[in-house]
Antibody, heavy 122, light 107 residues
Framework: EVHLVESGGGLVQRGGSLRLSCAAS????????MNWVRQIPGKGLEWVAN????????YYVDSVKGRFTISRDNAQNKLYLQMDSLRAEDTAVYYC???????????????WGQGALVTVSS | DIQMTQSPSSLSASVGDTVTITCRAS??????LVWYQQEPEKAPKSLIY???RLQSGVPSRFSGSGSGTDFTLTISSLQPEDFATYYC?????????FGQGTKVEIK
């Protein structure tokens, strides 16, 4: 059974840094694109970033480019999101999500973690 | 960026009803569209992908249609567990973008 478990969320001051982790199990992690998606409590969903199976390609939404870095450790079955220069508008629940297909191009997300809350205080 | 617009934003329906939610993309996304269901305080769950393919394990009362810019999600014979918020999302281009959501409430 696929499991995705996020950790590392918490309260941080504006301008600070935080690193989220996502521990994956139940599938061959190295075969899939992986994603981070966030949701302001009570609001809609926003895709943040994704990373190719071997880490050779990474894509970001404009609002986090230059501040957030997605990475993965295939040996440890872990996905990361390093968040620097945090802003109040980054406050959200952050989900890691697995791509549905093991193809070379990204698809939709078939499994999501339970989410980690990041709160940026101003 | 490709804008995804859902309608309605919310609707009220009864158990057994058929409901339809629409999603419009600001440009042609072919069939690269997925529908997610999100229950309160839970992670989203994939229902329909490539506009009309049912995700494994999802009941057949959920169906999707459309291509290009106009898409629909239909829930036939609404069940109590279907009262949730539904999102469409395009994966034709970056950044991946979601609709604003449609909340299905009990009448």
């Amino acid at each position: 059974e696929v499991h995705l478990v996020e950790s590392g969320g918490g309260l941080v001051q504006r301008g600070g840094s935080l690193r989220l982790s996502c521990a994956a199990s139940g599938f061959t992690f190295s075969n899939y694109w992986m994603n981070w998606v966030r949701q302001i409590p009570g609001k809609g969903l926003e895709w943040v970033a994704n990373i190719k199976q071997d880490g050779s390609e990474k894509y970001y939404v404009d609002s986090v480019k230059g501040r957030f870095t997605i990475s993965r450790d295939n040996a440890q079955n872990k996905l990361y999101l390093q968040m620097d220069s945090l802003r109040a508008e980054d406050t959200a629940v952050y989900y890691c999500a697995k791509d549905d297909s093991s193809s070379p191009w990204p698809t939709h997300f078939d499994y999501w973690g339970q989410g980690a809350l990041v709160t940026v205080s101003s | 960026d490709i804008q995804m617009t859902q309608s309605p934003s919310s609707l009220s329906a009864s158990v057994g009803d058929t409901v339809t939610i629409t999603c419009r993309a600001s440009q042609d996304i072919s069939s690269w569209l997925v529908w997610y269901q999100q229950e309160p305080e839970k992670a989203p769950k994939s229902l329909i992908y490539t506009a009309s393919r049912l995700q494994s394990g999802v009941p057949s009362r959920f169906s999707g249609s459309g291509s290009g810019t106009d898409f629909t999600l239909t829930i036939s014979s609404l069940q109590p567990e279907d009262f949730a918020t539904y999102y469409c999302q395009q994966y034709r281009d970056y950044p991946r973008t979601f609709g604003q959501g449609t909340k299905v409430e009990i009448k």
